[in-house]
T-cell receptor, first 117, second 114 residues
C-alpha cells in the first residue's frame, strides 16, 4: 500500500524568505508524485508532478521539487515566498508504471503555509 | 462555465434528510472522483468512475450513494447521515483515469450534518 507523510502541519515564513515543504512517501515501485495547493474556499490545483527522468521538476508559480529515491522524499521548494503563496499544500503519490489503480492518488495530510509581511 | 463546478457550495442537513451533491466537468474528461476532506485528516478517496463505470468504492458507507449518468456529471446522494459526515466534499476529474493524469478539482461542497 502506498502512503505519504508530510511532517510539518504548519509552517510560517517571512515574505521573501526561501521555503521548503517536506514530503516522504512509501511505495514499493516507481512512484508518480504530485504537489497540489489549496487556497481557502477553493479546490486543489496542481503545482507540479514527477513521473520519470530529471529528478528536479519545475512547476507553476516558481515552485520546484526534487525527487530523491534514496530518501523516499519529494520536497517542494521556492526561493522567495510571496504573500499570495499562503495556502495549504498537499503531496500525493500515485501508482507508477504497471499500476492498475485507475489514477488513484494517496494524499498527505497537508502543510499549512502562513506568510508574514 | 469552465473546469469543474460543484453545487451547492454549502449544505446544512439533518440526519433524516435526503440531499444530493452535484459535480459537472467541462473539460471533456472520462474519469471522475469523489473525495472527503475532513479537518486534520488527509483527503479520503470515496469513489472513482471511469467512462461512467464505478471502478473504486473505498469502503464507503451505504448512506453515500454515487451516480454517474454520463462522463460529465457526477452526483453523490446522501441519506440518514451522521454528524461525523460533516466535511468538505470535493469532486475531481481526469482525462483518462490514468495514474499520470492531472486531477482537476472543483471548489467543493461544505456539508454540515446536524
Amino acid at each position: 500500500a502506498q502512503s505519504v507523510t508530510q511532517p510539518d502541519i504548519h509552517i510560517t515564513v517571512s515574505e521573501g524568505a526561501s521555503l521548503e515543504l517536506r514530503c516522504n512517501y512509501s511505495y514499493g515501485a516507481t512512484p508518480y508524485l504530485f504537489w497540489y495547493v489549496q487556497s481557502p474556499g477553493q479546490g486543489l490545483q496542481l503545482l507540479l508532478k514527477y513521473f520519470s527522468g530529471d529528478t528536479l521538476v519545475q512547476g507553476i508559480k516558481g515552485f520546484e521539487a526534487e525527487f530523491k529515491r534514496s530518501q523516499s522524499s519529494f520536497n517542494l521548494r521556492k526561493p522567495s515566498v510571496h504573500w499570495s503563496d499562503a495556502a495549504e499544500y498537499f503531496c500525493a503519490v500515485g501508482a507508477g508504471a504497471g499500476g492498475t489503480s485507475y489514477g488513484k492518488l494517496t494524499f498527505g495530510q497537508g502543510t499549512i503555509l502562513t506568510v508574514h509581511p | 462555465e469552465t473546469g469543474v463546478t460543484q453545487t451547492p457550495r454549502h449544505l446544512v442537513m439533518g440526519m433524516t434528510n435526503k440531499k444530493s451533491l452535484k459535480c459537472e466537468q467541462h473539460l471533456g474528461h472520462n474519469a471522475m472522483y469523489w473525495y472527503k476532506q475532513s479537518a486534520k485528516k488527509p483527503l479520503e478517496l470515496m469513489f472513482v468512475y471511469n467512462f461512467k463505470e464505478q471502478t473504486e468504492n473505498n469502503s464507503v458507507p451505504s448512506r453515500f450513494s454515487p451516480e454517474c449518468p454520463n462522463s460529465s456529471h457526477l452526483f453523490l446522494h446522501l441519506h440518514t447521515l451522521q454528524p461525523e459526515d460533516s466535511a468538505l466534499y470535493l469532486c475531481a476529474s481526469t482525462e483518462r483515469g490514468a495514474s499520470t493524469d492531472t486531477q482537476y478539482f472543483g471548489p467543493g461542497t461544505r456539508l454540515t450534518v446536524l
